[in-house]
């Protein structure tokens, strides 16, 4: 791509692409190593899944604009010490018994894994796998144990004193007291231990430290023996793995600025950043995987696409955004919004297309033919779970034949909308009693739409409407719509009513005015 081009790209990924591409450039770099990290003391977040998707995105952002070759690695810290277990953890007392324990070597109580960590990090992966990324999973364990780090760990030993100068100002006065880069693995319990550490040899790797037991122990920095704390073990990872691009949450922006130093006493090496903001539940508080608050994947497609579900996620990475069940019929129409109308930009729109950017560049041909709030609405009015019926009304709203491979793709919306008006429209919907002044303007309007022709179009009936709101409520006529949606569904609005009466049909519209004052 030209520069006249590139420089017409807006859209964030490309954006971050563009920052890329100017630090590999001047770095004469052949490659790209994209990282995203996981910490697998509970099953996989999605807040996981969003860094992962995002970092994807700039992924293929920066194929379009460079031929450099690039990676995506998913980095587990399956070494770390489980510090507390996590609120929606099934078998809390058995886990508990293993705090400080590394993730890895704590057993999987379902016996299906060979440990916690391999269970949570499969776990990571198949949702991974489903979603089609292309990455290589890299566990901290594997990597420790066979000396791949063996080298920077020396690193960090040779700059030991000049670690601690950086990192001590940061801590309270009791941790900088027992802090070490160096946290060793007991060679008594096998637990990740915070103590202090004396240096023998930085030639041959070698520190000692009091273990639990209050023996001075003699243990090498290398071979699985210790791990790094982890903002040293970031640090480290930059130069090790030879990452050229990492985002991260608002909250480590400190974390990442205190890794950056460290790095520099390393090899150097700092990936080019990106922090974005915070997922937020339904009470406006950040969503935790400790917790379990906020929104699963799996409670996500239970109502809502995947697509709606990765354009929620690529909208404004930089703004803290509520991420709950009403967001979903939202991201369901805005995920089609952009649908519809990339068909009809030009060549540099469609690469700034959120749409463009869920899809890597692969568009499907055809996506649902009805905004999912509208499908919502008359599954609402017509108060039933029948996927035939509600596909039957939604022919009729649409005018036009189906071909076999929309008609899917529309029974699959469908079964998202029921499932979503189950859960959280029908048990909220009260409708009320009319009264004696809306029972007579209905009964009026019963009578006008059995005087007029069976061949009746939406607006034909939005008139009819219209014409009695104007006649009672010349100065509200707002209060008339809503005392309708009320009577009629329960609800204080919904779809425009002429269109759901032509929907309806003339009889079956009748019979709901008529219900709704007998």
């Known amino acids: 791509m030209d520069n006249k081009n590139l420089s017409k790209l807006t859209a964030w990924p490309f954006i ?3 920052r890329i591409l100017k630090k590999l450039n001047k770095e004469s770099k052949s490659f790209l190593n994209l990282e995203t990290g996981y910490g697998p ?3 996989p977040h999605i807040g996981t899944f969003a860094e992962v998707l995002r970092t994807n995105m700039v992924k293929n952002a920066f194929s379009q604009i460079s031929q450099i070759a690039t990676k995506l690695i998913t980095f587990s810290d399956d070494l770390d010490a489980l510090k507390k277990v996590p609120e929606d953890y099934s078998h809390p007392e058995k886990l508990k018994a293993y705090i400080n324990y590394p993730l890895s070597s704590i057993p999987d109580f379902t016996g299906k894994f060979a440990s916690y960590a391999d269970k949570n990090n499969y776990l990571l992966k198949n949702f991974l796998d489903e979603y089609g990324f ?23 030993l040779e700059n030991y004193e000049q670690i601690n100068e950086v990192v001590l100002p940061t801590l309270r006065k009791e941790r900088r007291e027992s802090y070490s880069p160096f946290l060793p693995i007991s060679n008594v319990s096998g637990k990740v231990l915070q103590v202090p550490i004396k240096i023998i040899s930085k030639e041959q790797g070698i520190i000692a430290y009091r273990n639990e037991k209050n023996v001075m122990v003699e243990t090498l920095i290398t071979k699985g023996c210790c791990k790094l704390q982890w903002k040293v073990d970031w640090a480290m990872r930059w130069s090790a793995l030879d990452i050229g691009y990492e985002m991260n949450g608002k909250d480590l922006i400190p974390s990442f600025e205190l890794s950056k130093q460290i790095a520099k006493l390393i090899y150097g090496k700092v990936p080019v950043n990106m922090s974005y903001e915070l997922f937020l539940d339904d009470k406006g508080e950040k969503i935790s995987k400790s917790k379990g608050n906020g929104l699963s994947i799996e409670e996500w497609i239970r109502y809502g696409t995947r697509d709606s579900l990765s354009i929620f996620m690529y909208q404004n990475p930089k703004r803290a955004k509520r991420l709950y069940f009403d967001c979903i019929p939202r991201s369901m129409d805005e995920y089609k919004k952009y649908f ?11 690469l700034d297309n959120p749409v463009w950017h869920v899809h890597e560049g692969m568009l ?3 996506s649902y033919p009805i905004d999912f709030t ?7 009015a017509l108060n039933t779970n029948d996927v035939e019926t509600i596909l039957s ?4 709203y649409i005018k036009k034949d189906l071909d076999i491979e929309i008609e899917n793709k529309l029974l699959e919306i469908i079964k998202l909308a029921i499932y979503y008006f189950e859960d959280f429209i029908l048990p909220n919907l009260k409708k009320r009693k009319p009264n004696e002044i809306e029972k007579q ?8 739409i059995k005087k007029s022709p069976n061949n009746m179009q939406a607006e034909d009936y939005q008139k009819i409407i219209y014409k009695f709101g104007k006649e009672f409520y010349p100065d509200d006529l707002r209060s008339w719509f809503v005392s309708l949606y009320q009577i009629l569904f329960g609800s204080k609005n919904g779809p425009r009513l002429g269109s759901l009466f032509f929907i309806f049909g003339k009889e079956r519209t009748i019979r709901l005015l008529e219900d709704s004052i007998s």
């Open 374 to 380: 509208n499908l919502l609405n008359l599954v609402t």
């Open 441 to 448: 303007l209905i009964s009026n309007l019963i009578i006008n």
């Open 340 to 350: 519809d109308s990339i068909k009809l930009e030009s060549s540099n729109k469609v």
């Open 364 to 366: 499907p041909e055809k």
């Open 16 to 18: 971050e692409a563009k």
């Open 393 to 396: 009304f939604v022919k009729l």
């Open 41 to 43: 003391s509970g099953v």
């Open 134 to 156: 292309d990455y290589q999973f890299i566990s901290s364990t594997q990597q420790y144990k066979k000396g791949t780090f063996d080298k920077f760990l020396m690193r960090v």
